[in-house]
């Protein structure tokens, strides 16, 4: 099967922050879960290029938009590999191949009769690059996004007749009730679209950088119609000489922030349905990560948190495991560095850390290095059972954190059956060596399950340490735990989380 996972593309004018690699980090999990499962995936990313804020930014510095992009695309696409992210295509909406297809595709809009020129007046924000209903906007004429004074914009526009869409958007919503996950959101966008749909302007006329309407080159498309559209584009070029709509397309997720809600779960099924395209899967929707102090980050507040400062000081792993762990996953929730650094002690360190040691540790010192060829315990086996099932359809319905909250109770279920087992009383005593040989085969067989359920999370320490265990296997089916264990080797192995000031 196939399945295509996106992040929303980043606007370039933005330095790359802790928002952009939460969004990334969520998708990387799903992909690389998806990709041991055997499932045949697609990992997009990219950059926002377009409209008027990029515009505005290379002007003060006196600068072409173009150059601005080309400077500024090159940061997020150096995020990727810092944060360990397997995307398989990162899409610039500068590409020329994009801009192509934005045209045909909206060209096709326009030849169904779903545009018409008219006169555009409301409150826009230059931010959002949006128009505001009156409805949305804040007392003092703000923004509700950005909280910034709006400005009243006049200007003749090509329309796209979304009004015409409500009665198809209300189907859809009534036959996919996961069409937009979580529920709350899904309501969210229903009742948006049962307040009744306005048409939505599609051009601009003042602007030039961005792409040419080509049925009326004096205007270039709306940037958000341009940016929507990368999730269908990209697939039509990222392989030179290979087309992989038909592969891949209708996406399977597109993962968002709650602010951009109304441009995914309403626009742009309207839109696809207007240019004849099949729409997505799901849309999910996650929350806000804010500061520590439940306020939202900001450097004036002084409670940012910096995924460059967690990487120097933590590692990548510890970075990507904080963020899927400690807010859930379509919730809103506080982070900080005393929280990645306590949960870095506790989790990383003392618990999947310390079993990971001490099971190679042991196996080394009272078998040199030999996992028994035998018979695992039930009573683990039994703690096991079911679990890499669960994990899968966990992430089937994109929740990273309970997966990983059902992995970490068995962590924690290892490291007890470590105490209770206490393989350094049966290593005194020659007539426990059966014993021993079953609990140190089965520690082995637990931390290589764990490990590969967790290998989405932080595929590089994972890596070592199966490499470690002598099994440098990530597929799915390495996770069940098996009833016997065969023989094996393992080689010792740096701590894989060392303690701070160490
Ligand atoms: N360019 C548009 C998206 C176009 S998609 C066709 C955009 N870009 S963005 O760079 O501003 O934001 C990208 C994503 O980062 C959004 O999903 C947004 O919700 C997310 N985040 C930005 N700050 C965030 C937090 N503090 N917490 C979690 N995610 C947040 O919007």
Same mark, same amino acid.
Request: charged share 25%; aromatic share 6%.
């Given at each position: 099967m196939s399945f295509y996972v996106t992040t929303p593309i980043y606007y370039v004018n933005a330095q790359p922050h802790l928002g952009?690699?939460?969004?990334?980090?969520?998708?990387?999990?799903?992909?690389?879960?998806?990709?041991q499962r055997g499932e045949d995936v697609f990992f997009l990313t990219g950059t926002d290029e377009h409209g008027e804020p990029v515009a505005d930014a290379a002007h003060a510095l006196g600068i072409e938009p173009k150059e601005l992009a080309d400077r500024n695309a090159e940061r997020f696409k150096a995020l990727m590999p810092r944060l360990d992210v397997s995307n398989d295509f990162f899409i610039r909406t500068s590409d020329p191949e994009h801009e192509a297809r934005v045209q045909q595709v909206l060209q096709r809009v326009h030849d169904n009769g779903h545009v018409y020129k008219g006169l555009y007046e409301g409150w826009y924000c230059p931010r959002c690059a949006d128009f505001k209903v009156e409805n949305e906007i804040l007392e003092g004429n703000l923004c509700p996004i950005h909280e910034i004074e709006l400005v009243r914009e006049k200007e003749e526009n090509w329309f796209f007749r979304l009004s015409t869409f409500q009665g198809p958007l209300e189907q859809l919503y009534a036959e996919r009730p996961d069409f937009v996950m979580p529920r709350r959101h899904f309501n969210e966008a229903s009742a948006f679209i049962a307040q009744g749909l306005q048409d939505v302007s599609l051009s601009r006329a003042r602007l030039k950088w961005g792409v040419t309407v080509p049925w009326d080159p004096s205007h270039v498309f709306y940037v958000w119609f341009d940016a929507l559209l990368n999730y269908y584009t990209a697939l039509g070029y990222a392989r030179p000489g290979e087309d992989l709509t038909d592969r891949y397309w209708p996406a399977t997720y597109h993962v968002i922030g709650k602010d951009i809600l109304k441009f995914h779960t309403v626009f742009w099924p309207a839109m696809l349905m207007a240019a004849d395209i099949q729409v997505p899967d799901h849309v999910f929707v996650h929350g806000f990560l804010l500061g520590s102090d439940g306020r939202k980050m900001s450097k004036s507040l002084g409670n940012v948190l910096d995924p460059f400062e967690v990487i120097d000081e933590l590692g990548t792993d510890a970075l990507r495991f904080y963020l899927m762990r400690d807010v859930a996953f379509g919730s809103d929730g506080g982070v900080g560095m005393d929280a990645v650094r306590a949960r870095y002690e506790a989790e990383l360190a003392?618990?999947?850390?310390?079993? @990971?040691?001490?099971?190679?540790?042991?196996?080394? /010192?009272?078998?040199?290095?030999? #996992?028994?060829?035998? %018979?695992?315990?039930?009573?683990?086996?039994?703690?096991?059972?079911?679990?890499?099932?669960?994990?899968?359809?966990?992430?089937?319905?994109?929740?990273?954190?309970? @997966?990983?909250?059902?992995?970490?109770?068995?962590? /924690?279920?290892?490291?007890?059956? #470590?105490?209770?087992? %206490?393989p350094w009383v049966l290593a005194r005593d020659g007539g426990s060596a059966p014993q021993l040989d079953q609990t140190l085969a089965s520690l082995a067989a637990g931390v290589r399950s764990l490990s590969v359920l967790l290998h989405p999370y932080m595929p590089a320490s994972t890596a070592r340490l199966l490499d470690a265990l002598g099994e440098p296997e990530f597929a799915y089916s390495h996770a069940s735990f098996p009833a016997s264990v065969n023989e094996g080797r393992v080689s010792p192995l740096e701590p894989l989380f060392p303690k701070r000031g160490q």
């Open positions: 952009h690699a939460y969004t990334t980090i969520a998708c990387d999990v799903l992909a690389r879960h998806m990709r003392n618990e999947y850390g310390n079993l @990971a040691s001490r099971t190679l540790a042991m196996i080394l /010192r009272y078998r040199d290095g030999n #996992v028994p060829a035998t %018979a695992t315990d039930s009573e683990l086996t039994a703690e096991f059972d079911g679990l890499p099932e669960h994990v899968a359809s966990l992430l089937d319905r994109a929740e990273p954190t309970q @997966a990983l909250e059902a992995i970490w109770q068995r962590v /924690r279920r290892c490291n007890r059956y #470590v105490e209770e087992r %206490a």
